[in-house]
């Protein structure tokens, strides 16, 4: 059911690949609650993927940047612009590639370029898009900007390897990009802690349908879904949150507050 929430706001998404995607998801969801919306993601992603279903639907353009990319990030940004016919208001960083875990390696024997890589992308490009933004005084007072992490930035989770750190520093650079951006333009930046779902990123990681199930059961509530996750960042950039900033904000169904679940100790009492 929509409210309306996003009625006149101007919203850029990056990271819809495929209908799993979270950005996908939310991409439809902003459009349901009246949003306008300009859709981006890596030139590569956009010829293997299917973002122009996506684009069709929610009647919005594609601007190709990848998000390492300075010179693409300026475009998007001053495109984007052009295309409102003013500034922005909201942005969903919905982006990550673990480049060591792609390729199979393990936290205790990681290849340092793959891992600048894993950082660049998955972390500093929330930088750099924020950066961006500032430079170009391209987001209006009030604007909300929201990156997605995970919980293995607070604890441990041994497949998740290097993106664990790469969770970290993004979570960081919301911090600290959420005070400068704050004093300046009132512009707020949060990280929303998702549970699993299963895109093409999630769905990298050893063991993830194992583990899956495990949160599910270790959840009061259950994982949340990417469309839940949408819902959530839907209330996130509308005006109704306004002084929520430099937060990092589980969307978990209650694992992160969980010792155990009756369920999983059922299990352990099983074997
Ligand atoms: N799926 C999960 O279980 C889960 C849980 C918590 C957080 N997250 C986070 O949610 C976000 C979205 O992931 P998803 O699960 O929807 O998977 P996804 O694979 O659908 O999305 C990842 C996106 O990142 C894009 N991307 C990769 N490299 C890029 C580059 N250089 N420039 C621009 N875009 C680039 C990909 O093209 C893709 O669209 C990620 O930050 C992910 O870590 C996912």
């Not at 960083?93 to 199979?104: L, T």
């Not at 370029?113 to 209006?140: C, E, G, M, P």
């Not at 949150?241 to 937060?247: E, P």
């Not at 507050?257 to 099983?270: A, D, I, N, R």
Request: hydrophobic share 40%.
């Amino acid at each position: 059911m929509a409210h309306n929430l996003l009625k006149g706001k101007k919203g850029i998404i990056f990271g819809a690949l495929d209908e799993k995607s979270i950005a996908w998801r939310t991409a439809l969801r902003c459009v349901e609650e009246g949003a306008e919306i300009v859709l981006t993601n890596a030139p590569i992603a956009l010829r293997m993927g299917e973002i122009k279903k996506l684009a069709d639907t929610c009647n919005a353009p594609v601007i190709p940047a990848d998000v390492t990319n300075m010179d693409d990030l300026n475009n998007l940004f001053t495109k984007s612009m052009e295309h409102f016919g003013g500034k922005i208001d909201f942005v969903l960083h919905s982006v990550a590639m673990g480049m060591n875990i792609r390729k199979g390696r393990s936290y205790t024997d990681l290849d340092y370029d793959f891992n600048h890589k894993t950082f660049d992308i998955s972390a500093i490009s929330l930088h750099r898009v924020l950066q961006t933004a500032y430079k170009l005084d391209a987001l209006n007072e009030w604007s909300s900007v929201i990156a997605l992490s995970y919980i293995a930035a607070e604890r441990v989770f041994p497949d998740y390897g290097e993106m664990a750190d790469a969770k970290a520093l993004l979570q960081s650079i919301a911090r600290s990009f959420g005070y400068h951006y704050g004093v300046h333009k009132k512009v707020r930046i949060n990280t929303i802690s998702q549970s699993p779902v299963k895109t093409t990123a999630g769905g990298g990681v050893k063991g993830f349908d194992g583990f899956m199930t495990y949160a599910e059961e270790m959840s009061p509530l259950g994982n949340a879904s990417a469309d839940q996750c949408a819902d959530y960042a839907v209330t996130l950039f509308s005006d109704l949150t306004r002084m929520v900033t430099m937060q990092n904000l589980f969307h978990d169904g209650g694992f992160s507050y969980t010792g155990v679940s009756e369920g999983v100790v059922l299990q352990m009492e099983k074997q």
